[in-house]
């Protein structure tokens, strides 16, 4: 169903796209696009400069912590985070990415703070790079994540490029739980904690 639902979105946005371009012409479409593309980098933006807040506050000593037998070790969890970014260059640069083991090569996981920082903010200015120069027009076209055979999401860019940005904010959220559950005090993000109030130039 959200396959059938992805594509009918894909088609829904060429038809717009066309309609626009017979109405307004190439100038007024291109401008449209960079809206878009301008929105997704201001998300990403912000996001990130709110994930890298509770990335600061990783404890070191705590890489192979976890709340449950079953749960990611928090070393884990934030190194994802940091190398989620890269999902978004593959998104603006490939036409899928594809995680067959016999084919892929993943990143290693940084093992300290200092690298797992390094990581995220390499990462993220790479992907706003990519967004700033090279995506408009693209957004609308579709894109693919799979291992092998088997194909996990088929979405269009703009689509894609958002549901990164939530992932993102998505372990965001368990990573402030792991913080909290070692009582490790947690920075503002949309509102003032039980540690900290919003900056005041909020």
Not at 21 to 31: I, M, N, P, V
Not at 35 to 63: G, I, W, Y
Not at 148 to 173: L, N, T, Y
Request: one cysteine or more; a negative charge; charged letters at 25%.
């Amino acid at each position: 169903m959200l396959h059938q639902q992805d594509q009918a979105l894909s088609k829904s946005l060429f038809t717009i796209r066309e309609t626009v371009k017979e109405l307004l012409g190439l100038s007024e479409l291109c401008q449209c696009a960079h809206l878009v593309t301008l929105k997704c980098q201001h998300n990403l933006e912000q996001e990130s400069a709110a994930t890298r807040k509770m990335l600061e506050r990783v404890p070191s000593d705590k890489f192979d912590w976890k709340p449950h037998e079953k749960s990611t070790p928090l070393g884990r969890l934030a190194g994802h985070i940091a190398q989620l970014p890269i999902l978004l260059m593959a998104a603006l640069t490939q036409d899928e990415l594809n995680f067959d083991p016999e084919s892929f090569d993943p990143s290693p996981m940084p093992g300290s703070v200092p690298k797992l920082l390094e990581t995220f903010d390499k990462n993220i200015a790479d992907a706003i790079g990519l967004l700033h120069t090279n995506a408009d027009g693209k957004l609308g076209d579709m894109w693919r994540l799979r291992s092998g055979e088997q194909i996990f999401m088929e979405k269009p860019r703009a689509a894609m490029i958002r549901w990164v940005i939530s992932h993102i904010v998505h372990h965001r959220g368990q990573l402030s739980v792991y913080l909290r559950l070692l009582d490790v005090p947690l920075p503002p993000i949309y509102g003032p904690t039980a540690d900290e109030p919003m900056p005041s130039s909020v």
